[in-house]
C-alpha cells in the first residue's frame, strides 16, 4: 500500500513527501523477516556483572506500523531499547538494519542511521523556545549565522505536515507547553532528523484524557506516513488502541510477538507476568 514519509531536507529546510509501499505479513504467526523488517533483533544478550537482562531477545520491527514492547518491570524493556539506541551494546547476537548487520558505538550512530528514542523527560529545554528545541545541535546556519527563517519556516512546516494545532507560536518557550504539546515537539524534532525509527517510551504516562488523545493520534500518523514506531507502554488500552504489532518480554526474553489482533488484554497480562498463555496455547 503505498503512503507518504515526511522527510526534511537538511539543505533548505524545505519538507518533501516520499512514497513508500509497506509489505504487511499474511501469516498472523510469521516475523517481518520475510516482507522486509528496518529494525531486526536476532539473539541479543546484556549481562550487568551478575545479572542477566537480557537473553536471546528476536525482535522484528517493521516500517509503517506500530509495534508495541510490552512486559512488567525489571521485563527489559529498558535495556532493549538503550541498546538499539545506542547507549549499551549487546554482548551477544546481532542487529541487521535495513538487512545489513550494524554494530553502533553510541547514540549519535544510531541517529545518524534513522533511529530516534524519545524517552520519558523528552529531553526538551525548557528556557528554550520550540524552535530552538527542534534545532538543538543541528542549528541552520547562513554564512556563519543562524538562519532564524529558514528554521522557523521548517519547524512550522513540520508540525503542520504532524498536525500539530494547538501550539499558538513557534517561538512558546517549551516551559510554558502541556504534555502532550511537549510530546509534540519531540515527535517533531525527531521527523525534523529524519528518522525511520522512532522510539517513545511511555509517551502518555502521566498525561490528561485530552494530551493522551494527541499523541496517540500523533503515533498513528508517524506509521501512516511509513515511520516504524517502536511504543513502550503500561497502558494496555493504548497499547490496542494504536498497535498494529505485539512483542512481550518477561524476565529478560521476548517471549511472543505477532499482530496485535491475535492478543487480547488478558494473553497479554498473562504473557507479561507468567511469560505463557493458556488460553493462547488452547487455541495454537
Known amino acids: 500500500m503505498p503512503v507518504g514519509r515526511i522527510r526534511a531536507?537538511?539543505?533548505?529546510?524545505?519538507?518533501?513527501?516520499?512514497?513508500?509501499?509497506?509489505?504487511?505479513?499474511?501469516?498472523?504467526?510469521?516475523?517481518?523477516?520475510?516482507?522486509?523488517?528496518?529494525?531486526?533483533?536476532?539473539?541479543?544478550?546484556?549481562?550487568?556483572?551478575?545479572?542477566?537482562?537480557?537473553?536471546?531477545?528476536?525482535?522484528?520491527?517493521p516500517s509503517g506500523q506500530v509495534t508495541a514492547l510490552c512486559g512488567d518491570n525489571g521485563a527489559g524493556k529498558s535495556v532493549t531499547i538503550k541498546t538499539i539506541a545506542g547507549l549499551w551494546q549487546a554482548d551477544g547476537g546481532e542487529m541487521l538494519w535495513e538487512g545489513r548487520a550494524i554494530r553502533h558505538n553510541g547514540p549519535r550512530e544510531a541517529e545518524a542511521l534513522g533511529i530516534k528514542t524519545i524517552y520519558q523527560d523528552l529531553a526538551l529545554c525548557d528556557n528554550l523556545d520550540i524552535v530552538q528545541n527542534m534545532f538543538l545541535g543541528h542549528e541552520r546556519l547562513e554564512h556563519r549565522l543562524l538562519d532564524e527563517d529558514a528554521m522557523e519556516t521548517a519547524a512550522r512546516q513540520t508540525l503542520k505536515e504532524l498536525r500539530?494545532?494547538?501550539?499558538?507560536?513557534?517561538?512558546?518557550?517549551?516551559?510554558?507547553?502541556?504534555?502532550?504539546?511537549?510530546?509534540?515537539?519531540?515527535?517533531?524534532?525527531?521527523?525534523?532528523a529524519n528518522a525511520k525509527l522512532v522510539i517513545m517510551d511511555e509517551p502518555t504516562a502521566a498525561l490528561g484524557v485530552t494530551q493522551t488523545r494527541m499523541v496517540l493520534d500523533l503515533i498513528?500518523?508517524?506509521?501512516?506516513?511509513?515511520?516504524?514506531?517502536?511504543?513502550?507502554?503500561?497502558?494496555?488500552?493504548?497499547?490496542?488502541?494504536?498497535?498494529?504489532?505485539?512483542?512481550?518480554?518477561?524476565?529478560?526474553?521476548?517471549?511472543?510477538?505477532?499482530?496485535?489482533?491475535?492478543?487480547?488484554?488478558?494473553?497479554?497480562?498473562?504473557?507479561?507476568?507468567?511469560?505463557?498463555?493458556?488460553?493462547?496455547?488452547?487455541?495454537a
Open 9 to 61: 531536507d537538511p539543505a533548505d529546510g524545505t519538507i518533501r513527501r516520499e512514497t513508500l509501499k509497506l509489505q504487511r505479513s499474511q501469516d498472523p504467526m510469521s516475523t517481518t523477516e520475510s516482507n522486509g523488517a528496518l529494525l531486526s533483533l536476532r539473539g541479543i544478550s546484556k549481562r550487568f556483572g551478575p545479572v542477566q537482562a537480557l537473553s536471546d531477545v528476536t525482535l522484528d520491527i
Open 164 to 192: 500539530v494545532t494547538t501550539v499558538r507560536s513557534i517561538r512558546l518557550p517549551v516551559s510554558s507547553l502541556s504534555g502532550g504539546q511537549r510530546q509534540s515537539v519531540a515527535v517533531a524534532k525527531a521527523v525534523m
Open 220 to 283: 498513528k500518523r508517524l506509521a501512516a506516513g511509513g515511520v516504524a514506531v517502536m511504543l513502550v507502554s503500561h497502558n494496555l488500552n493504548d497499547i490496542f488502541e494504536v498497535a498494529d504489532r505485539l512483542a512481550i518480554m518477561y524476565l529478560g526474553r521476548l517471549v511472543v510477538q505477532g499482530p496485535a489482533a491475535q492478543f487480547t488484554p488478558q494473553t497479554t497480562v498473562e504473557y507479561m507476568t507468567t511469560g505463557t498463555s493458556r488460553q493462547m496455547a488452547g487455541t
